[in-house]
């Protein structure tokens, strides 16, 4: 590295990245990371030991891992909120002594700390920034819509509206049009108290924080993003999509099968459906049975993303080996996990399947490729909602135990006018949200950052 360019991140000085331990969260914060690289600012990810982000895709970040007190027993939970409640628990010393060695390191090297950057689940980093004498901010992973849905279920669930189950009925929710009561993300696992506790933690701006980071933009989200800041007593920066931002550079923490690409240029320019429902959410056999044989009879070609663990029998492929492959031949592929971006970008993919995961919502829609949205959980419930009644790029599909509902849900999306209607809609969104970024928020996030 020149001594020019060593003075001037000198001179802006260095950002600790603190992100939930997450795939989904991850990414967009490297994301970040990379984009505020790029503006000359150094950065340091400080980690839990579990789920490490690869830091050889970032030669340019310092990566300092940390120990997180995190029981085996604790890491194999499947209640997502037991995990982030006690986290923020076992944290918050080892980070609270990590960070001082790090601000008295940068005090000794003359490159001083500018602040701390925190995932919004990971809000025990605010009191431990607050404790070494750093400024704070918050990076929010999700919509704007979901903010507003999970302040609305806090007073909804005093209200009596909710049971502790949360609700499934299709009436609209009061003042939250779009969102009828069963699309808000309400949690499926975990106790009631934790989670109307966790809701409390994130959603609420924190007290000592400087200010809020949202992956999202005014396009998408803008009356949404305004009720915010009228609430909000800190400035908040829609300055999202990051991926579309930052410099192209992996995050994955699974291993890519890049051959997807080659099956790809092999397909006619939008016949291919792209599924993939994330890095957490899985099936039972017969909801994969029901989604193998709805893609095969929909006679489309297909790219299906089946995770390790994401079914919940091992041997699934015994299932489809049943006259499966006959029937599909080389119409479909099957692999463990794909670069997503990629893939999306390619002009084969004319559809996504997809779980309606924030980061995925928005790389399909920076790419223009309309959705049938397939919720699984939490905010993805929200998104799928708005990306079908709201942005009109997709289609809903309720239930996946039903090939006869799948088969006609993808034909509509990608053969009836109906679906070519959409896919317009999508090509206009992406060139909105394209000139979107271009906008000055970025550079106010910036001369925040190097006034602190």
């Known amino acids: 590295m020149d001594a020019g360019k060593e003075e001037q991140w000198r001179s802006h000085g260095r950002l600790v990245l603190i992100p939930l331990p997450f795939q989904g969260h991850i990414n967009p914060m490297l994301q970040l990371g990379s984009i505020l690289h790029s503006k000359g600012f150094a950065i340091t990810v400080l980690h839990t030991a579990f789920n490490p982000p690869i830091s050889s895709d970032y030669p340019e970040f310092r990566f300092v891992s940390t120990p997180d007190n995190l029981s085996n027993q604790v890491i194999s939970t499947d209640s997502l909120l037991y995990f982030i409640s006690l986290i923020n628990v076992k944290c918050r010393v080892p980070f609270q002594e990590c960070l001082a060695r790090m601000v008295e390191q940068g005090r000794e090297e003359k490159e001083e700390i500018a602040c701390v950057i925190y995932d919004e689940c990971m809000h ?122 930052a410099p192209a550079s992996s995050s994955s923490l699974i291993k890519e099968d890049k051959s997807c690409i080659t099956w790809l240029n092999k397909q006619v320019e939008n016949s291919v ?72 970008a390619h002009g084969a993919v004319g559809g996504f399947w997809t779980h309606c995961g924030w980061n995925s919502t928005l790389e399909s829609i920076s790419e223009g490729v309309p959705m049938i949205c397939k919720p699984c959980f939490g905010d993805q419930r929200v998104n799928a909602r708005y990306v079908s009644q709201v942005w009109k790029i997709g289609l809903h599909l309720e239930n996946i135990c039903d090939r006869g509902d799948i088969e006609k849900t993808i034909k509509r999306l990608m053969v009836d006018e109906e679906g070519k209607e959409m896919r317009q809609r999508a090509k206009y969104l992406k060139e909105r949200v394209e000139l979107s970024v271009r906008g000055g928020y970025l550079n106010e996030l910036i001369e925040l950052i190097r006034s602190f």
């Open 124 to 245: 025990f980093s605010e009191a431990v920034a607050e404790h070494v004498k750093l400024p704070s901010i918050v990076l929010r992973t999700t919509s704007a819509s979901t903010y507003i849905s999970r302040n609305a279920i806090v007073r909804l669930e005093a209200e009596g509206f909710l049971t502790s189950q949360g609700s499934t009925s299709q009436e609209l929710v009061p003042g939250l049009h779009p969102l009828r009561f069963k699309d808000l993300p309400v949690s499926k696992i975990g106790i009631p108290e934790i989670f109307l506790r966790f809701i409390t933690d994130i959603n609420k701006t924190r007290t000592s924080s400087s200010a809020v980071i949202w992956n999202t933009n005014d396009v998408l989200e803008l009356p949404t993003l305004q009720e915010i800041q009228k609430q909000c007593h800190v400035g908040i920066f829609p300055i999202g999509p990051l991926h579309g931002v």
């Open 273 to 344: 459906v792209y599924v993939s429902l994330g890095s957490l959410a899985s099936i039972d056999k017969e909801e994969l049975v029901e989604m193998a044989w709805g893609l095969a009879n929909s006679n489309q070609p297909f790219l299906w993303v089946i995770r390790p663990g994401s079914v919940d029998d091992l041997e699934w492929n015994k299932l489809l080996a049943q006259g499966f492959t006959e029937a599909v031949g080389e119409n479909g592929c099957i692999v463990e996990w794909t670069p997503q971006k990629e893939v999306l």
